[in-house]
């Protein structure tokens, strides 16, 4: 399966902390993008790292990408409550649609 | 900032009635996408359509289902006779081309009674 997978399934932090979740995937892929969903709600695309990039920053978020360990992770700075959600890595091989993992659900404590 | 819309929010079929799921993709973006979440399950693709024609379309993609770009600005998902196992989050999406960000719309509730 070409999908990815998070870890962990759940993550419950203090408001101010950072949150870590990573994905992992089986086969090469085209690029990898990660999205927040809001409970019930659409997705929110939040970046995509090419597999000829090893990391992305956008704001509080940074994302890496190992291609040799077929990895992936998310790091969330300095959390904030409004951060609560879950977070979903998606692959994109070589035809173009997205194979989405079950995603970390993200809890930021006040 | 451009929106994938979709229309209705949330729509509450009857098991075996037709159902047609409305999407306005961002205006210069030419691959567009349906993609469906059964509540506490995975995003599923469903189909990708460019130039007026399906470009690949999974399992769950059959028959009973069909895709739609009536005009230059709305992309439909037909659902012919639904079951209950249809019922689901289902979300559009577009891309201006392959291989880049898809951008996605808040979904449409779709339940089968």
């Known amino acids: 399966s070409q999908q990815g997978e998070e870890d962990p399934q759940a993550l419950s932090i203090q408001e101010g902390e950072n949150a870590t979740m990573n994905c992992s995937y089986k086969t090469s892929i085209n690029n990898l993008q990660w999205y927040r969903q809001n409970s019930g709600r659409g997705l929110v695309h939040l970046i995509l790292i090419r597999s000829n990039e090893r990391e992305k920053h956008s704001g509080r978020l940074r994302v890496t990408l190992d291609t040799s360990k077929k990895s992936s992770s998310l790091l969330i700075t300095a959390s904030r409550a409004a951060d609560t959600a879950s977070y979903f890595c998606?692959?994109?091989?070589?035809?173009?649609?997205?194979?989405f993992g079950a995603g970390t659900t993200v809890t930021v404590r006040a | 900032e451009p929106e994938v819309t979709q229309t209705p929010s949330h729509q509450v079929t009857q098991m075996g009635q037709e159902v047609i799921l409305r999407c306005v993709p961002i205006s210069n973006h030419l691959y567009f996408y349906w993609y469906r979440q059964i509540l506490g399950q995975k995003v599923e693709f469903l189909v990708s359509f460019y130039n007026n024609e399906i470009s690949e379309k999974s399992e769950i993609f059959d028959d009973q289902f069909s895709v739609e770009r009536p005009d230059g600005s709305n992309f439909t998902l037909k659902i012919r006779s639904t079951k209950l196992e249809d019922s689901a989050m289902y979300f559009c999406?577009?891309?201006?081309?392959?291989?880049?960000?898809?951008?996605f719309g808040p979904g449409t509730r779709l339940t089968v009674l």
């Open positions: 998606a692959t994109d091989r070589d035809d173009y649609k997205l194979s």
């Open positions: 999406a577009s891309t201006p081309w392959a291989g880049d960000t898809q951008y």
